[in-house]
T-cell receptor
Framework: AQSVSQHNHHVILSEAASLELGCNYS??????LFWYVQYPGQHLQLLLK??????LVKGIKGFEAEFIKSKFSFNLRKPSVQWSDTAEYFC?????????FGGGTRLMVKP | DTGVSQDPRHKITKRGQNVTFRCDPI?????LYWYRQTLGQGPEFLTY????????KSRLLSDRFSAERPKGSFSTLEIQRTEQGDSAMYLC???????????????FGPGTRLTVT
């Protein structure tokens, strides 16, 4: 069975700080990987996705993630966060017909 | 609004009652998924449909849970004899025909928050 681990449950940063959120997945075969974001009071939205090809993928709002197959990792990064990035972030894998989500990371950006 | 819609957005029910939730996917999407999310956790997959066929239902939490998509458009999720542990957010998502094609990610609705008293 697949599993996804997000190491940081809560992260607090000041504006302009750099962000890296960890994500590890367990499935050893071909897998699609995603980062979703949930802003306060809103529904889950896709930030970025990896299906194949270039392991460095860029998403919306300046986010990027790097797929490292040897480490089973798909960490999310942003060089300079803004107050509006305050949200909960979910990593997910899809190796079949369903998404397996990590437990989420709550990010708070202080102005 | 052309996104995934869910109804109702909130449902409060007493233990033992039956509840039914509706999901309307994005119109051109043929796959529809149900997830459950409890506080502090990521969404947990329940079941999915391709058109009207329910292709995976082993993850439904118990035989009290059932889902239908009779005409391959909207779907309903029913919980019979609700228990307090069923209190959660129930999310619906849809995706287009080929999940491995570029852009075939899942689009989520706003969810239905169920509270069982």
């Amino acid at each position: 069975a697949q599993s996804v681990s997000q190491h940081n449950h809560h992260v607090i940063l000041s504006e302009a700080a750099s962000l890296e959120l960890g994500c590890n997945y367990s499935y050893g075969g071909t897998v699609n990987l995603f980062w979703y974001v949930q802003y306060p009071g809103q529904h889950l939205q896709l930030l970025l996705k990896y299906f194949s090809g270039d392991p460095l993928v860029k998403g919306i709002k300046g986010f990027e993630a790097e797929f490292i197959k040897s480490k089973f990792s798909f960490n999310l990064r942003k060089p300079s966060v803004q107050w509006s990035d305050t949200a909960e972030y979910f990593c997910a894998s899809d190796a079949g017909n369903m998404l397996t989500f990590g437990g989420g990371t709550r990010l708070m950006v202080k102005p | 609004d052309t996104g995934v819609s869910q109804d109702p957005r909130h449902k409060i029910t007493k233990r033992g009652q039956n509840v039914t939730f509706r999901c309307d996917p994005i119109s051109e999407h043929n796959r529809l998924y149900w997830y459950r999310q409890t506080l502090g956790q990521g969404p947990e997959f329940l079941t999915y449909f391709q058109n009207e066929a329910q292709l995976e239902k082993s993850r439904l939490l118990s035989d009290r849970f059932s889902a239908e998509r009779p005409k391959g458009s909207f779907s309903t999720l029913e919980i019979q004899r609700t228990e307090q542990g069923d209190s959660a957010m129930y999310l619906c998502a849809s995706s287009p025909r080929d999940r491995r094609a570029l852009g075939a990610e899942q689009y989520f609705g706003p969810g239905t928050r169920l509270t069982v008293t």
